[in-house]
């Protein structure tokens, strides 16, 4: 073979490399994939060369050109995928997946990571509430490390969750590798995961300003109706009250309005400077009003990033009939005119990562009409479940808006790699990278059924629609774990648990 040392490598070195991972010389039989179209960081399109170890698991060289197979050593598995894309593996950073507990009727970490497996999602990071126990204490961070070991289909990160009273707890669940903290400014809705004040979140702040932690924060609350009434607003007064049917959606939007959204984030600008070298996170941004207060931020120089959901960019208010309570989430999805504002935001970099926030119940829990229910959103469990159909969903409405996949890869892989602390190893095709690579087809078409939802309670809004383009394979660490030809690796699971080195 003749050396590869002669090929132009592609410059990466503004990419961190984690200093342990180990780089495999050309001594071994390589893995190698080629495309026209690879997709790498900076938002580069171009025809390249991926080389793989397959000991490592990581990406050894990447090349910008197809360099032929008869260059590599005879034994060489070598695939061409052009003209189909090769990016960079999802790294979903706002998932629930319910387990342990008995919650697991809902989801678990075997169906939830093979649902993401088949959306070349590569890496979830879970949601400390809806398991029980909720990943607030380290004894409670133990059982969940117990419930997903040997249950995962891709890796899996863990978020610790701030509660009222677990301050002495964050730091640590912080040495024992949790990715960030998540709280609730208003009700979560599940009595053991309740939400904070501003004592409660200045407490977690002076535990967390000095480690290299995010702190994120389900953005919602009900805007006082005096100065003077402060905190006790969030225990003294529900969201407003229904106007009209509450079956019917515009009902429920109502409920919650954008100024539930905007004064929960004005209230985590109040209290940013208690920890102004800490990351603070909005979770699942939905009003478009919001966003002229993160930009705020950005020029006050307060470390504030924020995320959206799939659902929030493709789904509109007007369109959601009424009982079809598989929309219902909170922040709810809002207006078609407003879903404009998310989308600007991204492509200004307001907003920088886009998430599935899969959240899933049982369909009686939905009381959908069609199963018996009563079609009430006020009553129904909220939630989307979205995870393994998200970029496709991203896909379908960013082509419209011209938005190219090199751009939604950033926002999907390497942004969210970023946020939870995984750049190096995680959401890029690089050097030292872990070979976790999605096979895009751009101009497949598919119509959503039962068939494409392997999350365990087959119930989204999604169904039914048409969706442009399709993953065709996903490759976990250099192995390729699910393909739309032959289905999910027949080893079973080999998902590694991402435990944050601190």
Known sequence: MAPLLDTPIVSLTTLPVQPDSPITPLEETPIVLVSNNVILPNRIQTAGTIVISPTTGKIINVLPEIVPAERFPPGTEYTDYSPKFLMPGLVDAHVHLNEPGWRTEWEGFDTGTKAAAFGGVTTVIDMPLNAIPPTTTIENFNEKLKAADNACWVDVGFYGGV??????????????????????????????????????VAKAMEKLKDSSTVLMFHAEMIPPIAAS????????????????????????????????????????????????????????????????????????????????????????????????????????????????????????????????????????????????????????????STVGLGLSVLYTEGRKRGVDLPTMAEWTSYNTAKQVGLLGQKGALADGYDADICVFDPEATFTVTTADMHFKNKVTPYEGKELHGRVCETWLRGKRIYSAETGFEKGGPMGELLLAKN
């Open 229 to 384: 009434v402060g905190d006790a607003v969030l225990h003294s007064e529900p969201p407003a009250a229904p106007t009209g049917p509450l079956n019917a959606y515009q009902t429920f939007l109502e409920s919650r309005p954008q100024s539930f959204e905007t004064y929960a984030i004005e209230q985590i600008l109040a209290l940013a400077p208690y920890a102004p070298d800490l990351q603070l996170h909005v979770v699942h941004l939905s009003a478009g009003e919001g966003v002229d207060l993160v930009k705020k931020a950005h020029a006050n120089g307060i470390k504030l990033s924020a995320e959206t959901c799939f659902h929030y960019l493709t789904l509109a208010a007007e369109d959601i009939e009424d009982g079809d309570t598989r929309h219902k989430c909170c922040p709810p999805i809002r207006e078609g005119s407003n879903r404009e504002f998310l989308w600007d935001a991204l492509k200004d970099g307001t907003i920088t990562t886009v998430v599935s926030d899969h959240s899933p119940c049982t369909p009686d829990l939905k009381m959908l009409p069609n199963n018996g229910g009563s079609g009430d959103f006020f009553e129904a469990w909220g939630g989307v």
């Open 163 to 200: 509660i009222p009273g677990n301050e002495e707890e964050l730091l640590p669940l912080v040495k024992a590798g949790v990715r960030g903290f998540k709280c609730f400014l208003i009700e979560s809705g599940v009595d053991e995961f309740p939400c904070v004040t501003s004592e409660d």
